[in-house]
């Protein structure tokens, strides 16, 4: 089989990888047979680790009990993100980016959804159908993952590519992709990619002992008192951006939205820089949730990041940057 990824891709990835992966990520695919399919399954990851020492990849024969073949990612580091079926066509952009987000390992969900997925205490598992000519599965399969991100212990995500799975797809009654399902249920069925409050509701309703209590604290707005010592990213609203303006000298902030996947792609950097620059506050303002903001400031385009020294907008950076130029950028506007 010629090789699946091309010189100048293998170069693109090799530099997304070395700039982004921050932890190893074992591949394990599970597959038995000499058909296409499998020799695809086989070597696409395998074509993946030749460009970084931090993807490993092996190869087990198939079970009987299990789709074949089978991709499963990020075991070694507590997620449980399986592949049912081969990753071609759009998904195979899927694995890319289920590998990088699995090493970086946070969420790009709101801050005010991760905490509530963190509270769940019921076992959850998302199953999302795709197949490889839908250009918007990607999207749905990424969605759970970030679900899956804000609280590993409790979700699982299982996407299912639906050609290779005909009884699985008879069973959940799959006539348009992505399709979700939570938990098995009929009635969890989702169709189209979801919005990410959509989402994340339902998948408290079914992972929350109380959810109707879950939700309403979600969904309440954000305090305008702002915490002392801020760990990781804050949210901020029309309600509390004044206040932060004055309590945090040095206040960085993400300007973002939810359809906006450049903002996607930022998210993941801009909340390491959260946790590594501990002298600095990191916040996320939704434009689309908070207009007020984005007009006073401006905001024409997303991801913009707001650089505030002493209260008073010191810089604006406008599009997706590398995470060493993103921070050089910032502590330049805050020096």
Same mark, same amino acid.
């Given at each position: ?296 400031? @401006? ?19 406008? @599009? ?16």
């Amino acid at each position: 089989m010629e090789r699946l990824i091309d010189a100048k891709t293998r170069k693109e990835l090799e530099n997304l990888f070395a700039e982004s992966l921050t932890r190893s990520v074992d591949v394990t695919v599970y597959s038995t047979g000499d058909e296409e399919i499998h020799e695809f399954a086989r070597q696409f990851p395998a074509e993946l680790a030749e460009l970084s020492d931090k993807i490993t990849v092996k190869t087990l024969p198939a079970r009987d009990d299990m789709t074949n073949p089978t991709v499963v990612v990020g075991e070694n580091l507590g997620y449980r993100f399986v592949f049912l079926g081969t990753p071609y066509g759009h998904e195979a952009s899927t694995i890319i980016e289920v590998i990088r987000l699995l090493s970086q390992g946070r969420s790009s969900l709101s801050p005010k959804y991760q905490q509530a997925l963190q509270r769940l205490d019921r076992d959850v598992k998302i199953q999302v159908f795709v197949t490889p000519s839908c250009p918007y599965c990607p999207q749905a399969a990424l969605l759970a993952t970030q679900v899956m991100l804000a609280n590993p212990q409790r979700v699982v995500v299982e996407v299912v590519e639906a050609q290779e799975n005909p009884e699985l797809s008879m069973q959940y009654r799959v006539s348009s992709v992505p399709q979700q399902v939570i938990n098995g249920d009929m009635d969890s069925i989702t169709i189209g990619v979801q919005r990410e409050q959509n989402f994340v509701q339902q998948v408290i309703r079914y992972g929350s002992s109380d959810p109707e209590k879950l939700l309403s604290e979600m969904n309440q707005k954000a305090s305008s008192h702002l915490p002392d010592e801020v760990h990781g990213e804050i949210e901020l609203t029309t309600e509390n951006f004044d206040e932060a303006l004055t309590k945090y000298p040095r206040l960085v902030v993400d300007f973002w939205a939810e359809w906006c996947m450049p903002c996607k792609m930022m998210a993941p950097i801009f909340a390491d820089l959260a946790h590594e620059d501990t002298s600095t506050v990191y916040a996320k303002c939704n434009v689309d949730e908070n207009p007020e903001i984005a007009e006073r400031y @401006g905001i024409a385009s997303i991801p913009t990041i707001g650089v505030f020294r002493g209260g008073e907008l010191a810089k604006e950076i406008v @599009g997706v940057r590398p995470k060493a130029q993103l921070a050089s950028e910032i502590q330049a506007a805050l020096a």
